[in-house]
């Protein structure tokens, strides 16, 4: 059984930062894989954030490029999102997903199978 378990959410003020954790576990992949984090602010599409797959590569929202890092230890099946200069707009629920094959489809979050229960992340101006 898969499962997937996010951490870290939290309210901050403008500015601050936070760090996100997701635990994989019952995943058995292929060669190549994706694992990314989206969210879903009220009354909002969910949308894909940021994804990293086995190839290295990382992909991000334009909106959140150069404030998150998506990284992932693979000893310890952990996925991060660390996120800096926080802003009104990030408030969501953030979700860690995980697909086979190597494109992050972070436009699309139907091509995921796994999801985790999220977490909340509120910033306040």
Do not use: H
Not at 22 to 27: D, E, F, N, W
Not at 44 to 72: H, L, M, N, P, W
Not at 89 to 103: I, K, Q, W
Not at 109 to 118: E, L, N, R, V
């Amino acid at each position: 059984q898969v499962q997937l378990v996010e951490s870290g959410g939290g309210s901050v003020q403008a500015g601050g930062s936070l760090r996100l954790s997701c635990t994989l576990s019952g995943y058995t992949p292929g060669t190549y894989y994706c694992l990314s984090w989206f969210r879903q602010a009220l009354r909002k599409e969910r949308e894909g954030v940021a994804g990293i797959c086995t190839d290295g590569r990382t992909y991000y929202a334009d909106s959140v490029k150069g404030r998150f890092t998506i990284s992932q230890d693979n000893a310890k099946n952990m996925l991060y999102l660390q996120m800096n200069t926080l802003k009104p707009e990030d408030t969501a629920m953030y979700y860690c997903a995980v697909r086979n094959g190597l494109s992050p489809y972070l436009n699309n979050d139907k091509a995921y199978p796994y999801w985790g229960q999220g977490t909340q992340v509120t910033v306040s101006s």
